[in-house]
């Protein structure tokens, strides 16, 4: 029996041990043999340990030699088109959309073609420390399925493009409720609509979609000034920016998270702290396509909350967040100086400041008791991390996402050294290379 004088001992589930805890707590406290313990998917204690012999947990996953952090999150990707990855490459962005893209997802596009791709882009992001990313697509049930099933975290928005221009607004609401009813039953996916952009949705929808996220509480994920093109149409149509539109018809009073920003004016910076909006910073596409640099430095200055985002396999061509870490330190020197956004800086760009972006930063973003335990080990083994001085400029700088040997949502283990455990990788890669073939034909 129990002492009557001690409470009883709690046995975690999960015990994380061994490695260098960057917590990115307030204090950025860092923790050198850090252990680590879960409970029914949360964090219940932080503690450093010279010994493994206090271990007591059901299952122990061995951290040495490995920098544990919050996993990732991925803040705006198109899932789906992983299936599309290299099928569009060296075009600029309205051509690359108009005359490729919307034609191969108008052939191809189907719950199967989405719900193959999201499984893919799982596997890309289990292996490369993603733990939560925010999508926008369409067949968005098919995608959060496959999240369900990998054990990932996901915001799935369902997509919104009139392109044919004659839309009943009446069936585009009634396909968001029947998506709103499909994916009640995944408890690891949170609903937002996603309208695409400015110019693929027309005035009056746009006004319907406000409303209608603000009546059920939804976020909001869109495309926002992404290229320079896109905010002269916008001015010569509206006389104003597409940032001062949104705030004109009060889609700025939902939970909005923009994506790209890259042609923004002081005005609309000081619109979208105003109001909050989280801003998705997703360099490697944007360059990949010829649209510029967004202005991360200011609006961070201005207090605009980031997170990094790959855009999809189609415009990128890979997942890897930290790639995409390193793309955009250094290019943020070529626009603002050496110094103005540092390597730390980058890596609560990916973990709590993304979480704060998205409103989710007293659930994730960081290793703090209490909090759910979504977090992955980097290893530090391999010659590219040898002599590591700075753990921040090691993430930032040198290490990619094969570095990344476990992984851990909810408590659940995804990934243990190296192997994916939640999803068939050889499955699905056979039947994702028969789709190549199909649609190369």
């Excluded at 801003?279 to 961070?300: D, F, M, Q, T």
């Excluded at 990128?316 to 103005?340: F, H, M, P, R």
């Excluded at 335990?373 to 530090?380: G, R």
Aim: glycine fraction near 6%; hydrophobic fraction near 40%.
């Amino acid at each position: 029996m129990n002492s009557p004088d001690k409470p009883p001992k709690i046995i975690p589930d999960l015990t994380i041990w061994g490695g260098v805890a960057l917590t990115l707590n307030k204090k950025n406290e860092i923790i050198a043999n850090a252990q680590i313990d879960i409970r029914h998917g949360r964090i219940i204690a932080i503690k450093s340990v010279d010994k493994p012999s206090e271990l007591t947990a059901n299952k122990v996953i061995d951290a040495r030699n490995c920098l544990v952090l919050p996993g990732f999150i991925n803040g705006h990707t198109h899932t789906g088109m992983t299936l599309l990855r290299g099928i569009a490459d060296d075009k600029p962005l309205h051509e690359w959309l108009h005359e490729k893209i919307f034609p191969l997802e108008k052939k191809w596009g189907s719950k199967e073609f989405v719900y193959l791709g999201t499984l893919l882009a799982s596997l890309e992001m289990i292996r490369s420390g993603t733990t939560l990313f925010n999508d926008m697509y369409y067949f968005e049930e098919s995608a959060a399925r496959a999240v369900h099933e990998s054990g990932l975290r996901a915001i799935c928005g369902q997509t919104l493009i009139e392109i044919s221009g004659v839309e009943e607004a009446q069936k585009i609401f009634a396909q968001f409720d029947e998506y709103l009813s499909q994916i009640q039953n995944y408890p690891r996916v949170l609903p937002a609509i996603a309208p695409h952009s400015i110019y693929g949705v027309s005035d009056p929808v746009w006004k319907k979609v406000s409303e209608y996220a603000h009546q059920r509480n939804l976020r909001v994920h869109l495309h926002l000034q992404e290229t320079q093109a896109e905010v002269e149409e916008c001015r010569q149509k509206r006389k104003m920016t597409p940032t001062a539109f949104f705030e004109k018809i009060g889609l700025w009073r939902n939970r909005s998270i923009a994506a790209h920003c890259v042609c923004l004016e002081d005005t609309d910076i000081e619109i979208l702290n105003r109001y909050q909006v989280g801003v998705v910073h997703n360099p490697e596409s944007n360059l990949k396509l010829g649209a510029g640099i967004a202005p991360i430095v200011k609006l961070r200055q201005e207090g605009v909350k980031i997170a990094l985002g790959t855009d999809g396999a189609a415009s990128n061509n890979n997942l890897d967040l930290l790639q995409e870490a390193d793309t955009a330190l250094k290019l943020q020197v070529l626009q603002s100086g050496i110094g103005k956004l540092k390597a730390e800086d980058i890596v609560k760009i990916l973990t709590i400041e993304a979480a704060q972006a998205f409103k989710l930063d007293h659930e994730m973003g960081s290793l703090e008791v209490g909090k759910s335990a979504d977090l992955i080990a980097v290893s530090v083994e391999a010659p590219h991390a040898t002599p590591l001085y700075n753990p921040f400029s090691h993430l930032a700088y040198s290490a990619s996402g094969c570095d990344v040997k476990h992984s851990v949502v909810g408590g659940s283990v995804l990934m243990e050294n190296r192997k994916v455990l939640t999803l068939d990788e050889a499955s699905i890669l056979e039947e994702a290379r028969a789709w190549g073939r199909r649609i190369a034909q």
